[in-house]
C-alpha cells in the first residue's frame, strides 16, 4: 500500500482489522520498521485527535515525526497550474509536496473541501496533487471528501462493542450544527460501512442527501425513528448539503440525538467522531453515557493509523 | 503523587528539591523511566521557558513529548457544562481532555485565568476539569491561580544562592506594568515561600493585596522600603487586583526597582520570573548586574520540571 | 566553527562540501554526535524548507530538536536597548536568548530583515544580539541579510552538476515578484559564489544594485542577455532596493525567465531557492523541465544543515 485516501487502496480490510487489534495489544512491538525514518504531518486545517494519535502512531513504530501547520507556519499554496502567480498565494503546492517528499519516507495530510467548488473538492484537487508531486507513500488525515483514518478507527470500535452471530444494524444519523461542514466523514463512513459485514441506513433531512457516488445501493431514509428502530449503532454526525453544494438548506424537525429517541433502538452504542456539538448534535446523557464509544473511537484513531502505517513501511521500498 | 498543581501537592519539598538539585549533575540518568512513554503538553496560552524547559525535561526522561497550542492548531474549547453548544466554542473540554488523556502518560497544561470570573479563576475551573476528565497526572504549566513549577524553580534558585545558618529575608514586590497580569506568580511564591524556611514579606501598592488564602499569616506592607530594609533576596512582579478582580487601580508611588532602592537591602539578589517588562519592573542594570538571578532561575526551570516529571513516573502505575 | 552566518565564518569551503557530499551517502552515520543534545530552532518568520530539512538533520545527528515560533506560540520581542518596555513588546531578545541558551546546545534562528531600517538590517541588529546573549553556537537560518544555509545548499548543487575542468558561468538573475523582498539570498549567493571557482555575474533592473560590501569585484549588469549568453547556470532571485532601501522602483522591460530567453545559454540549468512565483519569475516550462535544479537545491538544504551542525558538534567543547 502506498496511499491511504480510502478504503479502495487497502488489499484487505480483514488483514488491516487484525493487524491494529494486534498493535493495541503491542504497540512498541515494531519500532524497528520505522527507525531512521521521517513521518511528515502536513496541516491545512485544525485537528487535535489526528494530530496527536498519528504523531503517536510514528513514534510508537520509531519514526522521527515532523510537522507543519501550512499558511500559520509556512506559506499559503497555489493549487490552480499555469497561472502567474502575482497573487496572495506565496508557493505552488507543486514545489512544496516535491520539496517535502524529499526531507519525508511518509506524509500525511489534512486537506478540508472548499465547500465552494464541488468539482473541485470531489476531485480530490489538493490531496490528489500532493500525491502526484511528492511522490512518496501519503496518509490522508481527512481530505475534501473522506476521512479514513477516522472510519477505520470507528470499524475497530463497532468490531470490539459486537460479538454476535448476526449483522449489527449500523445507523448514520445526520445532526444539527451552525455552519456548513463537510460531507467527508459521513461519505467515508459510508463506504466503509459498505465493506464492512453490517446492515447499514443512513438518515437525514430532505436536501442534505450524500453524493451517489457513495450511497448507492446503501439504504437512506428522511425518516429517523424508521432508522433508529432496532438499532445496535448509532452513529450522528452533521454534514452540508453536497446537491446545493456546501449550503444549509431549512430542516424540518429536531434531528438532536436524545435519550427518548434512543429507546426505539437496540440497546444502541452512540458514536460520534468528535470534537461533537453537545447538545445540538447528540445530548449529554447519551455522550457521557454508559452507551457512548466516543473515547473508544478516539482511542483506536491511534491504532488505525498505527496499522496504516506499519503496511506502509512493510510494503514500500525506501 | 499524581498531580502537580501547588506546593500542597508535593509530599515532600525538600526530597524533591534534593532530586531537582542531583537532576542538575546527572540529567541524563534516568532516561529508561520515561522510555515508551508519551507527555502531551498543552496550551491554551503563550510559553517561552515553560514550553522548552518542559519538552526538554521530558526529553532527558527518555519520553516522547507532544505538544498542541489549543485555538491555533485545534480547536476552541468550552468550558461550562449542560450548555447548548451553538456558539463560536467548537469543542468541549471533557471531550478533548479525555481523549487526550488516552494518548499521553502524563500531560502538562497552561491556563492563564480569565481575569473576568474570580469565581471561575479562583475555582480553578479550566485545570481542574482538565484533571477531572483526562484520568492521566497532570502538570499545571500555570494555571488560574499558581505557577508551581515556576515557584519552584525560584526555591531551587534560593536555595543554591543561601548558604548561611540564618535564614534569608525574601522580599516579593510588586513591580509596574502596562495591563492587567494574574495573581498567579505571586499567589505561587508566597505559597511556597510560606512552605521554606525564609522570612518572607509581601510589598504592593494599597488596592493589590493578594487573596488571604495565600498570604495568611504572612507579613504584607504597603512600604516598600520597609519590606527591602536588609533583604537578601528580592523578587519583582506585577500583577492585577483580587479585590476589585482583574482591574489595575490607580498606583501613588514608583514602584520600579532601582540600584538606589536597593541600597536599603543586604545586597540582596534581584529574582524574577520573566518576561520582565524592563525599566518598568527593574531596572537594567539591577537585571543585567552581578546580583541578578534570573537566568539562574529560568535554568531551574529545567530541573523542576524533570524532578516533578520524575516523581509522577516513579510513583503512579503505567 | 561556533555560528555559521556567512561564508566567511567557514574555515574550509571546500571542506564542509566534501563532508556534505559524504553525508548524503551515510546521513545517520554520526548519530553518536548529538546524542543527548538539544537543538533549539527559532522562527520570527514563516518557513517550510529550512524548518523542515533543519529539524531533519538535527535528527539525523542524533540531537532532540525543540522548536518555538516567536510572536505566534510566544511573546514579541524587543531589540532596542535601554527602553522602559511600556509597549507592545513582552520581552527582551536578550531576557530571550539567554534563556534558549541554557537549554540548547546548539541554536538555530530565522530573522527576517524589516526592509525599513537598512541600519539595523545590515548591522544584523536581531542575530547578533541573539548570538551576543545566548552564548551557545547559532546557525543563521536566514537573517536580515544572509541566507548562507541556502548558498551553501545552492554550492553543493552546482558542484554537483559540474564536472567540466573549466570554470562554469553562474549567472544570478533578478525577477518579478508583488512585494518587495529581502536581498539576503542574492547577498548570500553573491558571498559564496565570489569564494567558488566560477565565473560570476550577477544581472539586474537599474535601482536594484546590492550592497558593494557583497558585488565588490562582481561582474554587475544591467543587460540581462549580456548576463545570460553562455551562462551553464542561471539563478533567479527578486530582491528589493538596497538603495532606496525596501522598495521597488519601477523595472523598465520584462525580467520572467522564460525558455526563450534561455537560448542564448549554454544550455543552462535553472535554479531558486524556492518559493518561487510561477510565471512572474520563471516560467512554469522552465522550472518542471529538464534542466531545473529547484528541487535538488532544496534536497541538498538537509546536508548543507547536516554538515554545518556537525562541524559545530565537532568542534565545540558541550
Redesign the interface.
Known amino acids: 500500500m502506498k496511499y491511504f485516501t480510502s478504503v479502495h487502496d487497502v488489499k484487505s480490510v480483514e488483514q488491516m482489522l487484525q493487524d491494529a487489534l494486534a498493535l493495541k495489544k503491542n504497540p ?1 512491538g515494531f519500532q524497528h520498521l520505522g527507525k ?1 525514518k ?1 513521518l ?1 504531518l502536513v ?1 491545512l486545517n ?4 489526528t ?3 498519528t ?2 502512531a510514528g ?1 510508537n513504530l520509531g519514526m ?1 515525526v ?1 510537522a ?2 501550512v499558511g ?4 499559503t499554496w ?1 493549487f490552480d ?7 496572495a498565494k ?3 503546492i ?3 509536496a ?3 517528499g ?3 519516507d511518509v506524509i500525511g495530510i489534512r486537506c478540508f473541501p472548499s465547500l465552494t467548488s464541488r468539482e473541485d473538492d470531489y476531485n480530490e484537487k489538493v490531496i490528489n496533487q500532493f500525491i502526484k508531486y511528492c511522490r512518496v507513500p501519503v496518509v490522508s488525515l481527512e481530505s475534501a471528501t473522506r476521512h479514513p483514518l477516522q472510519s477505520f478507527a470507528d470499524l475497530i470500535t463497532i468490531t470490539e462493542n459486537w460479538n454476535k452471530p448476526s449483522k449489527p444494524k449500523v445507523v448514520l444519523s445526520w445532526g444539527h450544527h ?1 455552519k456548513p461542514l463537510p460531507q467527508s466523514v459521513a461519505n467515508s463512513f459510508t463506504e466503509w460501512m459498505r465493506n464492512a459485514d453490517v446492515d447499514f441506513v443512513v438518515t437525514h433531512p430532505e436536501g442534505y442527501e450524500l453524493s451517489t457516488e457513495f450511497t448507492q445501493g446503501v439504504k437512506v431514509t428522511h425518516n429517523q425513528d424508521e432508522a433508529l428502530r432496532g438499532a445496535d449503532f448509532v452513529y450522528v454526525k452533521n454534514w452540508s448539503s453536497f446537491e446545493d453544494y456546501g449550503q444549509t438548506p431549512a430542516v424540518s424537525g429536531d434531528w438532536l440525538l436524545t435519550p427518548e429517541r434512543m429507546q426505539i433502538t437496540n440497546n444502541a452504542k452512540v458514536m460520534h467522531c ?7 448534535e447528540v445530548s ?1 446523557s447519551l ?2 453515557g454508559e452507551n457512548s464509544l ?2 473508544q473511537q ?2 483506536n484513531r ?1 491504532y488505525a493509523a498505527q496499522a496504516v502505517l506499519k503496511e506502509i513501511l512493510e510494503t514500500n521500498f525506501f
Not at 500559520?72 to 506559506?75: F, G, P
Not at 497550474?81 to 497573487?87: H, L, Q
Request: hydrophobic share 40%.
Open positions: 512498541l531512521g521521517t511528515g496541516f485544525q485537528s487535535l485527535r494530530r496527536l494519535s504523531q503517536k513514534n522521527n515532523i507543519l501547520n500559520q507556519e509556512s506559506w497555489e497550474d499555469n497561472v502567474v502567480m502575482n497573487g506565496v508557493e505552488h507543486k514545489d512544496a516535491a520539496v517535502m524529499q526531507y519525508c451552525i468528535l470534537p461533537v456539538r453537545r447538545n445540538l449529554d455522550l457521557d466516543i473515547l478516539a482511542d491511534l
